[in-house]
């Protein structure tokens, strides 16, 4: 096992159990103890996690994991997701794209759409977030518009007033929202509040708001809101969410396709 995949592993484990120690981390990952003390050390100067005597700890009281460091939790359902939502986005649409792990795969799925490999352009994308655009930026058909900002490490999204500037200069047709935590009642929301403000900002210049949310988020509430469900026009889902989630969203207005 590579260094960046034990690494993944290892802060997967530590965000789902809170702690972990070494022989533990060890037998789960089969390697040896000294291979994990080292990661643990090597994590707790990037501040990914705080050391403990014999093993780790999470780091802080609201952990966040970088985007890079996140595997592929719910990985086939974001992937069904994003393919749903591709399909909602018509060819020369301005699209906008918040940061996560599922609207990347947003992203990645309008990319290999094969009604838009030509068009002038076949699509304009808008987005805070560095490695979408990056990912889009060798597809000639597509117009990409990048805000201003400064980077946020977790997540790769440009953040700040620099962004608002450009965000407030533009209108777009449709806001595809990533987000931490999605309620029928609280709305949509991010853990970062800088994050969120720019998030709701693209929701204002959208003319419909699309939420890309795994069922794990459903129900849940975090720090920072991004929108009330009421500016939310669809969401897209796994069909694992329940029916009292879904029932709750419908009644809320929101067309919920769960894929």
């Keep these: 096992m590579s260094r960046d995949a034990r690494w993944k592993a290892l802060l997967e484990l530590l965000v789902e159990r809170g702690r972990l120690d070494v022989e533990e981390a060890a037998a789960e990952l089969e390697v040896s103890a000294a291979t994990i003390r080292r990661d643990f050390d090597q994590l707790a100067e990037q501040q990914m996690l705080v050391r403990t005597r014999g093993g780790a700890v999470v780091h802080g009281v609201s952990y ?5 460091y996140k595997t592929a939790r719910h990985a086939s359902e974001k992937q069904r997701i994003a393919k749903a939502v591709a399909e909602l986005i018509a060819p020369g649409e301005a699209v906008g794209l918040t ?7 947003v992203a990645r799925a309008l990319a290999v759409r094969s009604d838009l ?3 002038s352009p076949a699509l304009t994308v808008v987005t805070n977030a ?12 597509f117009k990409i518009v990048v ?4 980077a946020r490490p977790q997540s790769y999204e440009l953040i700040g007033p620099l962004a608002d500037g450009v965000l407030g200069q533009i209108t777009i047709d449709v806001a595809v929202l990533g987000v931490v935590a999605f309620d029928a009642e609280h709305g949509a929301a991010a853990h970062d509040e800088a994050e ?12 419909r708001v699309v939420v890309a949310a795994d069922s794990s988020k459903l129900g849940q509430r975090a720090f920072a809101r991004i929108c ?27 067309q919920v396709l769960a894929v």
């Design 228 to 254: 009330g469900a009421e500016a939310v026009d669809t969401l897209v889902t796994d069909t694992a969410a329940s029916a009292e989630a879904v029932r709750r969203f419908e009644e809320a207005g929101i």
């Design 147 to 150: 805000t201003g900002g400064v």
């Design 130 to 141: 560095l490695n979408i655009a990056n990912e889009l930026a060798v597809r000639p058909q």
């Design 117 to 119: 490999t030509s068009g």
């Design 99 to 105: 940061g996560g792990t599922t609207t990347t795969e």
């Design 196 to 207: 969120a403000a720019i998030n709701r900002l693209l929701c204002e210049r959208a003319e």
């Design 64 to 68: 966040e994991l970088p985007l890079r």
